[in-house]
């Protein structure tokens, strides 16, 4: 499939971009269905947004709850409440729970 190089105005400056034949034929082989919105400078501020905890995403300084691990006793800190009756564990017990380790 033959690619051409497209204009495209960035969502949040206005700027023209070129979304160029090589970027198209990389997104088509990683599966993206959707073309950029944003200029590369504004896809960076953005990314550095999520980041730093400025309201995308994850969020660095999101409240902690602290808790012991249901599993191996230790310390620890979760994002989110924890609820009465269900177990909570570290970061380590969990990930080796998903590995089956």
Not at 8 to 20: L, P, Q, R, Y
Not at 33 to 60: I, S, V, W
Not at 63 to 83: D, I, L, N, S, W
Request: hydrophobic letters at 20%.
């Amino acid at each position: 499939m033959g690619f051409e190089d497209k204009t495209i105005e960035c969502a949040d400056c206005g700027t023209v971009f070129t979304f160029s034949a090589e970027e198209q034929e990389l997104f088509a082989s990683r599966g993206y269905q959707n073309e950029p919105k944003r200029c590369l400078p504004c896809r960076q501020a953005r990314k550095t947004r999520r980041d730093t905890g400025d309201g995308f995403g994850y969020r660095p300084n999101r409240q902690m709850y602290p808790v012991v691990c249901a599993q191996c006793g230790k310390e620890t800190e979760v994002p989110f409440e924890p609820r009465q009756g269900r177990p909570v564990y570290c970061s380590d017990c969990y990930n080796a729970s998903k590995t089956g380790s």
